[in-house]
């Protein structure tokens, strides 16, 4: 089983910055999509995709933060960040990290990483 361990949540003030990381822990494959979910926490609120890349191929982003949230990839095979500017407190969530295979042949999780935006 894979692990896909994140950093960099926190705390920030409306318009504030944050930038989280994940980091699978092999290389010993190319992982086929990675990306980030956000689950709010009031009742009912469901995982939902902030972006999503696959690997030599698009990137694709949620409306919601298209133009402030800026996905890209590290140097080490397996590795992305998050750049989140112009947070919002709509923003405030446990952001996971997810690499997937085709189809969800495989599918991976992260612990979460949570991020407060409040004044």
């Known amino acids: 089983q894979v692990q896909l361990v994140e950093s960099g949540g926190g705390l920030v003030q409306p318009g504030g910055s944050l930038r989280l990381s994940c980091a699978a822990d092999t290389d010993d494959f190319t992982i086929y999509a990675m990306g980030w979910y956000r689950q709010g926490s009031g009742q009912g609120q469901e995982r939902e995709l902030v972006v999503e890349s696959i690997t030599g191929g698009t990137t694709n982003y949620a409306a919601a933060v298209e133009g402030r949230f800026t996905l890209s990839r590290g140097s080490a095979k397996n590795t992305i960040y998050l750049q989140m500017n112009d947070l919002q407190p709509e923003d405030t969530a446990l952001y996971y990290c997810?690499?997937?295979?085709?189809?969800?042949?495989?599918?991976?999780w992260g612990q979460g990483t949570q991020v407060t935006v409040s004044s």
């Open positions: 997810n690499g997937r295979g085709p189809f969800k042949s495989y599918n991976y």
